[in-house]
């Protein structure tokens, strides 16, 4: 770079001037490298041009943060470029699109704030939020896992809500792989499992908050580019929800120290994970969920003496993000003084103090007038705070240390980068042909699918977390003393109230096709929660990708968001908020693209909730939905290491009524059990389902609906839109007319004793003792 | 040969100790004069090794695949003694 | 007393978590409750309170060990008061990590005089060293504390219990035996049949010597328990361990309080 | 006169420690050869203290208020060092 650019004005404060006006396109790309700016060549020429003057590296710091892919979306924001003409945001003309014309009148608030909020019951609202972290938790699994629970409570904290449940996903790779595959830089993925468990346990455990939804998947791809989404999810009083900012309000910062932590998370987050990852010690975050539960307590005292004009939470870009924001979502500006922020350790320069992530801080904007009680709250609450500054009418983001300004720059501006371009190229995917015998013995294959990590037991993992803090877990994510699955986490989260929140999720990240992954990955979520009883359901979306600079990448990102758009609008269910982690790529290659969809959904009375345990051995089992020969990327083929085959489809004009039809069911009291069918087909629902009881389920396959005359397929298809159903006997009737139509069959019964019966296609007999199926399912 | 093997992992120095915070303040809270404290963990390890460097090198290796993670933490290892004696 | 008169503290402190689900199971049965930060509690105060709840969570991030540093801080801010407390024969109980700072405290099991100088048991790790949420069988041990006067000797309850260190220890056989012979085991963990469940896991989910899930004091109006009665308080709280319709039998526990406060 | 003092509670010989199982366990699985691993903690406090006789003794009461269980742990104190100096 040539000399003179850069050009230190203090030594102490250490703060440096970058002088962009003679800078060549190469010195550009080397200060936004050199300062970990992450900034592309036409970012950097737009503030080229824009300013007359140099500036100092607190202000390019600014625009490095606001302007990365966390913190505003570049790729879903951009134009993207196709063969068929240029999309204008995929956010806008997918997932948004498809909230606006469902236009359900309870979305209180989509896509706006830190969470998704929609009306509940008694003048209440639920806030969603999902979030990953993944790159953290690829360098320091505990810490990187913790903090992510930890930033998304604060994001439900951030409008206002008392936090309710969390939840979380997590792909790993294969506990067993040897050493010698991985690649350096590339931890263990035993160890970052461990990590990452013990991670989301001790945040969620330590701030009381139950852990009732979540999924755990394993797969080679995951090896190098661990995935880990934490979702939280709250309730407020609507008229909790205060955002009206004003002229002369102060800006008030409360909760941890600020330090050297977490400094450029967010434009890390923005590109690849280097290979010398040791390196970013400074992307470390050290966990501290004591400081985070008295916010909690903190922010519902100050919400409940509605003494804040505003709220938001430190994530991405620290306080220049935050301060930001807040300024210019109410048209303001505002001058912070640096001075003012405590920190953890001496010789932080200003930029670091403007752009670290230190965790477990809230910002809130407080009229002047309620300063003293406010500050008396946080306190009692034994936590630190500061006041920032004020916000003023200039809509300029201006900061101040020892005397100095050291930022001054324009929020119109800053909030409007310039917008990028990515291509695409449509990666067409033709299903191939199978080649497998069909096996001889069901049974065996049975219990080695229950055995496959991506199917057996998940109560290792989801006992370590607490599910039944806070007393108000009505369906459990574990149940019974076998540990059998349910399919959503229902919460009844007001003591006036009969009405529950279900939460849900849904993830297929290995049907080879990007939209129909995206189509099951939604329908999946909406099955879980109609399984336990939710319906008027939200959904919030998830896209784990890979670097959107790849044409392959966008192309394949563009057609998930189809179908989320598509299905979206088919089942009816809005769209209300979502995140994007895109760059997820390591020396062992992209990450496998993959989209988690959260469903949210409501019970009108949670004493009707259905679980997925056996109630009354003589009680007729009906499968609803229609069995085909859909089995590429299911767990059965993965489990045998072969490819090939259809993958499942979703016909929404089916299963929509299915579902529907079901809830009705659910209603009238006539459902006494119901699972999904996904990972592992019926085989691995039924055997849930035994294994949850001390009764038994005999199927005869041949009374099901079946577009195939192979035993495994119809055993181990992963078809969409299927449950399987335990109805109260002497209600057979109505439940069939309920499902007048639709493909639903009576294909057997509860059986008294713990067994699985199966009589096949050909009128064979298969049969699975509870005991074995247990053991097969646990792994021991 | 059983060595006996001590490593202590703990935060590098520059990170926040929560937990050494908390111990402070409570300690000082009991009448206890004292600055700032650090927490780390100590494991104590029968190592099967030829000699005390190899028990030694093998507990550094240890350190770095499971104990300790490089990125945040600093470990340091110690031979206590030869199983059997305590010299 | 006049229920309506009678009131309960329930203390908090950074990191305290069940508190708010505590006092909707008291205020359910008609008592009163206070969730009161521990700084807040000014000298004397207690003496308006009739129960005096330590609640679960993660006080202080449950650093050096669970419960330790807000059992010392307990001696340090509130003995005296909290001294006089249990000598008036009112009720005290620690649940999860309260029992936890009760036992660190050296509330429970107690000493010679009232507490003990220092802790004569331990709630140490999980015996298999995990978090354990799990529901789990209580077995009545026939103990003369208000806290099980409504749970008959051998009946179990269902109750859930979430934690990582809740395997109880004491500081010699002697003290144990001490323990059992003067009927302060309050409740032990058992098979689904009543059974004590003599170390088999995960029917004992952590481990604890004797199956001891719960005890009290020599007077019995302390009690200390792992489980989370709070949590299997309402029928809909036990779906898949009872529930949904009827209460749950962790509402016999406060039942039993409340049993005791209209004596008074 | 600050002193830096390191306390190391850990469990009483005869104790089950869980958690020293599972490191044990998960450094075989790793592909070591290791017998049995204790797992304890270490405290460096700065404490204050005319000399070194006193900061230890401090320590040690530390220990007994506070770092330590009697029923189920032993402390070792050490002092590390005069503050400032190294020798
Ligand atoms: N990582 C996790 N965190 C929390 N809950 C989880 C996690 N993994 C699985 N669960 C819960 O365990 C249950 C079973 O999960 P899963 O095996 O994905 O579903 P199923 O086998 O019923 O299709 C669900 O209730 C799910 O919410
Ligand atoms: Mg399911």
């Known amino acids: 770079m040539r000399e003179g650019l850069i050009r230190r004005v203090s030594e102490d404060p250490p703060i440096v001037a970058v002088d962009l006006r003679e800078a060549e396109d190469a010195d550009l790309l080397e200060i936004s490298r050199g300062m970990g700016l992450a900034l592309s060549l036409p970012e950097m020429k737009a503030i080229k041009e824009k300013f007359g003057r140099p500036l100092t590296d607190v202000e390019l710091q600014t625009f490095g943060q606001t302007w990365s892919e966390h913190c505003i979306h570049k790729t879903f924001r ?51 939020k999902v979030e990953t972290h993944n790159h953290p938790s690829a360098i320091e699994p505990f810490g990187g896992a913790a903090t992510g629970v930890g930033g998304v409570i604060r994001d439900i904290l951030g409008v206002w809500g008392e936090p309710i449940a969390v939840s979380d996903v997590l792909c790993f790779g294969p506990l067993d792989i040897g050493y010698s595959e991985l690649v350096p830089g590339i931890k263990h993925p035993r160890y970052i499992y461990k990590g990452v468990v013990a991670g989301v346990g001790s945040y969620g455990n330590n701030m009381g908050i139950p852990n009732v939804s979540g999924a755990i998947i394993f797969d080679r791809n995951y090896t190098g580019n661990v995935v880990v989404y934490c979702g939280c999810f709250g309730i407020l009083p609507k008229r909790s929800y205060i955002r009206q900012t004003m002229e002369g309000d102060l800006a008030v910062l409360v909760g941890g120290r600020t330090g050297r932590d977490g400094i450029h998370g967010v434009t890390f987050a923005s590109t690849d994970l280097p290979e010398e990852s ?107 705070w500061c006041v920032l500054g004020s916000f003023n009418s200039t809509k300029r983001l201006k900061a101040t240390y020892r005397g100095a300004t050291v930022c001054d720059l324009g929020l119109d501006f800053l909030y409007s980068p310039p917008r990028i371009k990515r291509r695409a190229v449509r990666v067409e995917t033709a299903p191939r042909p199978l080649m497998l015998e069909e096996p001889e013995d069901l049974a065996s294959e049975i219990l080695s699918l229950l055995s496959d990590p991506n199917v057996g037991s998940r109560e290792g993992v989801v006992r370590t977390y607490d599910h039944e803090v806070r007393g108000a877990t009505v369906v459990k994510p574990v149940q019974g003393e076998s540990g059998s699955h349910n399919d959503a986490g229902v919460i009844k989260p007001l003591k006036d109230s009969w009405v529950g929140v279900v939460i849900s999720c849904g993830i297929n990240p290995f049907y080879p096709d990007p939209y129909w992954m995206a189509a099951c990955s939604l329908e999946e979520a909406l099955r879980n929660n109609v399984a336990v009883g939710g319906r008027r359901i939200a959904i919030l979306d998830n896209f784990v990708w890979g670097n959107p600079e790849r044409e392959d990448r966008i ?226 | 040969m059983m060595f006996l093997v001590k490593a202590e992992v703990g935060l590098k120095r520059g990170h926040f100790d929560p937990e050494g915070d908390v111990v402070a303040k409570s300690l000082r809270d009991l009448g206890f004069s004292v600055g700032s404290v650090r927490v780390s963990k100590a494991y104590t390890i029968e190592v099967d090794a030829r000699d005390a460097a190899e028990a030694k090198a093998l507990a550094e290796e240890m350190c770095r695949k499971l104990l300790a993670n490089p990125t945040k933490d600093d470990f340091m290892v110690e031979v206590l003694l030869i199983e059997g004696r305590t010299d | ?194 059974e004590p469940a003599k170390g088999a896991y995960p029917f004992n989910p952590n481990g604890s010597s004797y199956d001891i899930a719960a005890i009290c004091n020599r007077d019995g109006n302390v009690m200390g328990m792992m489980p989370h009665p709070e949590r299997a308080f309402f029928g809909w709280q036990a779906v898949g361990y009872g529930g949904p319709q009827g209460p749950a039998d962790g509402r016999k526990i406060f039942e039993g309080i409340i049993d005791y406060i209209m004596e008074l």
């Open chain 1, 555 to 780: 192309g394949s990102l563009l057609r998930a968001c189809e179908a989320c758009y598509d299905f979206a609008k088919a089942f009816g269910t809005p769209f209300i908020s979502g995140k994007d982690s895109l760059y997820n790529e390591s020396p062992m290659g992209p990450v496998r693209p993959t989209l988690l969809i959260t469903g949210v959904g409501i019970i009108p009375d949670v004493r009707k909730a259905v679980t997925s345990n056996l109630k009354a051995a003589g009680d007729p089992i009906y499968l609803l939905g229609t069995t085909k020969e859909e089995v590429c990327g299911s767990a059965y083929l993965r489990s045998k290491g072969v490819e090939g085959g259809d993958w499942p489809r979703v016909d929404p004009s089916v299963s929509k009524r299915v579902m529907n039809a079901l809830t009705k069911a659910i209603d009238l009291g006539i459902v006494a059990a119901c699972h999904d069918l996904s990972d592992g087909g019926l085989g691995a629902a039924a055997s849930e389902m035994v294994i949850g009881s001390e009764e038994g389920i005999f199927l005869d396959l041949g009374r099901g609906l079946m577009s195939t005359s192979r035993n495994d397929f119809a055993v181990f298809s992963e078809s969409a839109g299927r449950f399987l159903v335990e109805v109260r006997s002497g209600s057979e009737e109505t439940f069939e007319a309920t499902f007048e139509g639709l493909p639903v069959r009576h294909v057997g019964e509860v059986l008294r004793e713990g067994a699985l019966r199966i009589q096949d296609l050909k009128g064979r007999e298969h049969v699975l003792e509870k005991a074995d199926l247990l053991r097969s399912w646990r792994g021991d």
């Open chain 1, 78 to 128: 951009g134009v993207v470029e196709t063969e068929s003409g240029a999309v204008e945001g995929l956010l806008k003309t997918y997932i948004a699109r498809a909230t606006r014309e469902l236009d359900r009148p309870w979305c209180f608030s989509v896509f706006e704030d830190n969470a998704g909020l929609v009306d509940f019951d008694n003048g209440h609202v639920i806030a969603a």
């Open chain 1, 278 to 384: 040791e390196g970013l010690r400074s992307a470390v975050q050290i966990p501290n969920p004591l400081v985070e539960e008295r916010l909690r307590r903190a922010v519902i005292r100050v919400r409940d003496g509605r003494l804040a004009s505003g709220i938001t939470d430190l994530g991405g870009g620290g306080i220049s993000c935050a301060t930001g924001e807040m300024a210019s979502r109410s048209g303001l500006g505002l001058i912070v003084n640096l001075d003012n922020v405590k920190l953890k350790e001496g010789g932080v320069a200003p930029w670091e103090i403007w752009v670290s992530e230190s965790q477990e801080r809230m910002l809130f904007s407080v009229p002047s007038r309620n300063l003293e009680n406010t500050s008396r709250i946080f306190e009692d609450e034994e936590l630190e």
């Open chain 3, 1 to 194: 007393m006049d229920l309506r008169k009678a009131r309960a503290c329930i203390l908090r402190v950074g990191g305290t978590n069940c508190d708010a689900e505590v006092r909707v199971a008291l205020e359910e049965l008609g008592l009163r409750s206070d969730v009161l930060h521990m700084n807040w509690l000014e000298k004397g105060r207690l003496s308006e309170y009739q129960l005096l709840v330590f609640p679960g969570g993660f006080s202080y991030g449950d650093y050096v060990r669970a419960g330790a540093v807000w059992g010392k801080k307990v001696l340090t801010r509130i003995r005296r008061d909290l001294e006089r407390f249990v000598e008036d024969g009112r009720l005290v109980m620690g649940i999860c990590n309260g029992f936890q700072v009760l036992v660190e405290a050296g509330v429970l099991p107690g000493g010679d005089g009232s507490f003990s100088t220092t802790p004569r048991a331990v709630l140490a790790n999980n015996k298999s060293a995990k978090y354990e949420c799990r529901w789990v069988f209580l077995r009545g041990e026939g103990s003369q504390t208000p806290f099980a006067r409504r749970v008959g000797n051998g009946e179990t309850l269902r109750v859930p219990v979430g934690h990582g260190e809740g395997r109880f220890l004491s500081e010699s056989e002697g003290v144990l035996q001490e323990l059992i012979r003067s009927n302060r085991v309050v409740f032990r963990y058992s098979r689904p049949s009543g």
